[in-house]
């Protein structure tokens, strides 16, 4: 079955310390990849996207991911965190399908804490 | 700029009653969707509207409808709520990108409780 998996509930990291969220797909042809934050009581906000091209993309605030064609991966990293990162993140694909039908799918979610 | 308004943050109901979650944007997006947000289960699709005019079901259409008033406005109705729809639900709107893929601009999320 297609999905979108993000195995660490939850993920804890001090501050200054370096992050990698995971997020792996199951798809039959490589989808569109993406990754949201949430903050507390907010909407999501676009941190990165991966369509095609060069397999390590940056993003806002920091951020990249590299997508791994061999893994299905399309992880998150940061090299230092900052305590305003405390959110929680989430991975999404499209699936590029012919014939239209571009809805966007969400992993379960990861919530980052920071400790200062 | 406003981007994606959402209305209203916060409504508790009682089981049997209805209510219509408001969503507008003003970016001139044709694309608008319903997601809820339940713990562990990430955000999951509703209803969206590719543009003006349609509507389609998503992953979790039952017991709601949507309503694509204009090109700015996409509501999504309960008529009849259960406790089952307790949730946070977000409306989000995109361009629709190249290759169809899109990038969502979301609301900041209205708050349901069903009693």
């Not at chain 1, 501050?15 to 798809?27: I, Q, T």
């Not at chain 1, 990249?64 to 990162?85: G, I």
Request: glycine share 10%; aromatic share 12%; proline share 4%.
């Amino acid at each position: 079955a297609q999905s979108v998996t993000q195995p660490d509930i939850h993920i804890t990291v001090s501050e200054g310390a370096s992050l990698e969220l995971r997020c792996n797909y199951s798809y039959g042809a490589t989808p569109y990849l993406f990754w949201y934050v949430q903050s507390p009581g907010q909407g999501l906000q676009l941190l990165l996207k991966y369509f095609s091209g060069d397999t390590l993309v940056q993003g806002i605030k920091g951020f990249e991911a590299e997508f791994k064609r061999s893994q299905s991966s399309f992880n998150l990293r940061k090299p230092s965190v900052h305590w305003s990162d405390a959110a929680e993140y989430f991975c999404a694909v499209v699936p590029i399908l012919t014939g239209g039908g571009n809805k966007l799918t969400f992993g379960t979610g990861t919530q980052l804490k920071v400790e200062l | 700029n406003a981007g994606v308004t959402q209305t209203p943050k916060f409504q508790v109901l009682k089981t049997g009653q209805s209510m219509t979650l408001q969503c507008a944007q003003d970016m001139n997006h044709n694309s608008m969707y319903w997601y809820r947000q339940d713990p562990g289960m990430g955000l999951r699709l509703i209803y969206y509207s590719a543009s003006e005019g349609t509507t389609d079901k998503g992953e979790v259409p039952n017991g709601y409808n949507v309503s694509r008033l204009n090109k700015r406005e996409f509501s999504l109705r309960l008529e009849s709520a259960a406790p089952s729809q307790t949730s946070v639900y977000f409306c989000a709107s995109s361009v629709q990108g190249d290759s169809g893929a899109n990038v969502l601009t979301f609301g900041a999320g209205s708050r349901l409780t069903v009693l």
